[in-house]
Nanobody, 126 residues
Framework: QVQLAESGGGLVQTGDSLRLSCAASGRTFSSYAMGWFRQAPGKEREFVAAITWSGGNTYYADSVKGRFTISRDNAKNTVYLQMNSLKPEDTAVYYC???????????????????WGQGTQVTVSS
């Protein structure tokens, strides 16, 4: 069974950068689209970014477009989220997730992802 483990979260100030990593176990990582989601206190989990299995296509929520970059290294079974120009409203627990079904196009709906990491906390102070 595939397991996902996020890392890289922390406490930063407005305007700072962070890079989150999500390491996947198993040998099928390169067959699946991956996504990043986040959940702030009292709010629903929301889509942040997604990437196709090859890394050739990426998608972003409007709130992070131009500031965040999703990428992947299939040789390392890892997907990344580079976050620049961080704002207090980016404060949340960030989760990586594997898209349901191999070679399936990314989605911004959390129900389309079947495997989730434990999350990593990102706090942006003003």
């Amino acid at each position: 069974q595939v397991q996902l483990a996020e890392s890289g979260g922390g406490l930063v100030q407005t305007g700072d950068s962070l890079r989150l990593s999500c390491a996947a176990s198993g040998r099928t990582f390169s067959s699946y689209a991956m996504g990043w989601f986040r959940q702030a206190p009292g709010k629903e989990r929301e889509f942040v970014a997604a990437i196709t299995w090859s890394g050739g296509n990426t998608y972003y929520a409007d709130s992070v477009k131009g500031r965040f970059t999703i990428s992947r290294d299939n040789a390392k079974n890892t997907v990344y989220l580079q976050m620049n120009s961080l704002k207090p409203e980016d404060t949340a627990v960030y989760y990586c997730a594997r898209r349901r079904g191999s070679y399936t196009w990314p989605s911004d709906h959390r129900r389309e992802y079947d495997t989730w990491g434990q999350g990593t906390q990102v706090t942006v102070s003003s």
